[in-house]
């Protein structure tokens, strides 16, 4: 019994002490926490001084900013001494002379083309045709590039007509014009919807466009003939019953130079089993050849580029080089870039570089279908018919 009570009694013991403990240890957090608090207060009391602190620091230099503005206004002026001018001694960009000229039911074209604007692109116009006009005037050569938009938008039997017509004496042409040239001569139609055609792997596949072409030219390459000669050839020679709109047929019938300059993978002829990559090459070069010929003969003349953004400008500049690198006399050259948008390898590759020493310098911006028809009638017109 007695040894019952001791072990109540350790047991009570036992829990005093777990007692004594748990209470010792309550104190101590909060003992710690009011440690923590009260740092917490001081730091809450040294931001809150410090920012009344920089308030005191701030508050003299706003003062003294908004002081100093209110102090000290800018000076007014005194437009009683402003010097000025008759308006009769200055020169002005716009004279009446220059307006336009209202327009009348009946108007000849010529009558129009005289009332447009002689101002800006209206000047500009005027004169690219007096140009062209002066330089077949003087039995100078016009050459004409372009890329294959132009025959895309119906320009064909409008370039042969001035081809047949003495206005353009030569032309150059990317590798894409081969194509479509090729297509209404073959057919009467030409361009395809591109995007349902590359979902399918079908784009560019016609098979008349790919075997006719690439044989024309495997024919042509040992012949030594340049790729637009040797296609001409076959189209002038072969009854295709479109012939009369191919723009490479009719320089062949007419003894005017069409050269064609092919990028390797740009044209869909390219993708055809018969392409001959040898070829492709020997002909395109050889074209390359004549045209820097033609230009070495186009000193006082004109080349216009038509809606070609890359190939025409690089082969029409290193063309040029090649002339003037000969001692060919190529100057006082006025080129002419007319696309619906401004490019930058016309800007410096037809435009600026070539004239930098003498020439003119002409950017035509427009649709090809509406500002090519407008460009040569007016040229006509100068010419005379």
Known sequence: MAEKTSGNEGSERGRASGAAEKARGAAGGASEKAARGAAAE?????????????????????????????????????????RRYRLATRKSLVAHG????????????????????????????????????????????????????????????????????GVI??????????????????????????????????????????????????????TGAGLGDGLGHVLATTKLKYRKLSIIAAGDRLGVPVTVHVAIGTDIIHMHPEADGAAIGATSLRDFHRLAATVATLDRGVFLNLGSAVIIPEVFVKALNVARNLRHKVGDLTTIDMDFIRHYRPGVNVLRR????????????GH??????????????????
């Open 42 to 82: 001081k730091i809450a009391r040294g931001a809150a001084g410090g920012a009344a602190q920089k308030d005191a620091a701030d508050a003299p230099a706003k003062r003294s900013h908004k002081g100093l503005t209110a102090r000290t206004p800018a000076p007014a002026l005194d437009l009683s001494k402003i």
């Open 98 to 165: 220059a307006l336009g000229r209202p327009l009348h039911a009946g108007t000849t074209f010529g009558r129009f083309f005289q009332g447009l604007p002689d101002l800006l692109a209206g000047r500009e116009l005027r004169a690219a045709v007096m140009a062209i006009a002066e330089a077949r005037r003087a039995r100078r050569g016009v050459v004409l590039g372009m890329g294959a938009h132009p025959i895309k938008v119906g320009l064909s039997p409008l370039i042969i007509d001035l081809m047949e017509r």
């Open 169 to 222: 004496t030569a032309v150059a042409m990317n590798g894409a014009c081969v194509v479509h040239d090729f297509e209404l001569a073959y057919s009467g139609s030409t361009s395809e919807d591109v995007g349902p055609g590359l979902r399918d792997g079908s784009f560019g596949m016609a098979e008349e466009t790919g075997r006719f072409l690439n044989l024309a030219i495997r024919q042509a390459a040992p």
């Open 354 to 365: 070539p004239t930098e020493d003498s020439g003119r310098p002409i950017q035509l911006t």
């Open 368 to 385: 090809h279908e509406i500002m090519f028809p407008l460009l040569f009638s007016a040229v006509l017109e100068e010419l005379g018919g």
